[in-house]
């Protein structure tokens, strides 16, 4: 999946690494508990909640790679349904905008084994309105200034 946004790599990258904005962009976060003041550095975690009140997990999610500004691999926890490997990639296009790549795939748990059709529109609806809530929080920083 992925969505040019009319910002430069190091804008939208400046939103990833915010770990304090996760729940405003990643589709399904409810809540970010806490941010360890080192985020996004390798090791580095966010612990969010996911899903509705009153049945939403805590967990936590830990950057796995980072390449300022143009790479942020994360390793995200949801158990007990497991946890998923999502990179972002950013290129810059043309005259300051970004070319944003997400790729999401379960790596442990339950949810490793439902790989389906709807299992994959699903998240693949997910990772768009994602890209949409990060395109519209870096344009408004980038129109901020």
């Known amino acids: 999946m992925e969505k040019v946004i009319d910002a430069p790599p190091q804008q939208v990258f400046n939103v990833l ?5 996760y729940s405003d ?6 809540h970010v508990r806490q941010v360890d003041d080192a985020w996004p550095r390798v090791g580095s975690q966010l612990h969010h909640r996911a899903g509705p009140w009153p049945f939403s997990l805590q967990d936590s999610s830990t950057v796995l790679a980072c390449e300022p500004p143009h790479k942020l691999v994360i390793r995200a926890g949801l158990w007990p349904a497991g946890e998923a490997i999502v990179v972002f990639t950013l290129e810059p296009v043309g005259q300051g ?9 379960f790596a442990a748990g339950p949810l490793r084994w439902v790989r389906n059709k709807l299992n994959d529109l ?3 609806q997910r990772n768009k309105e994602t890209l949409n809530r990060l395109s519209d929080i870096a344009t408004r920083q980038k129109d901020d200034r």
């Open 17 to 21: 690494a915010d770990g304090w904005t």
């Open 25 to 30: 962009w990643v589709v399904g976060t409810a």
């Open 97 to 105: 905008a970004t070319r944003v790549r997400i790729a999401e795939d």
């Open 122 to 124: 699903v998240l693949h």
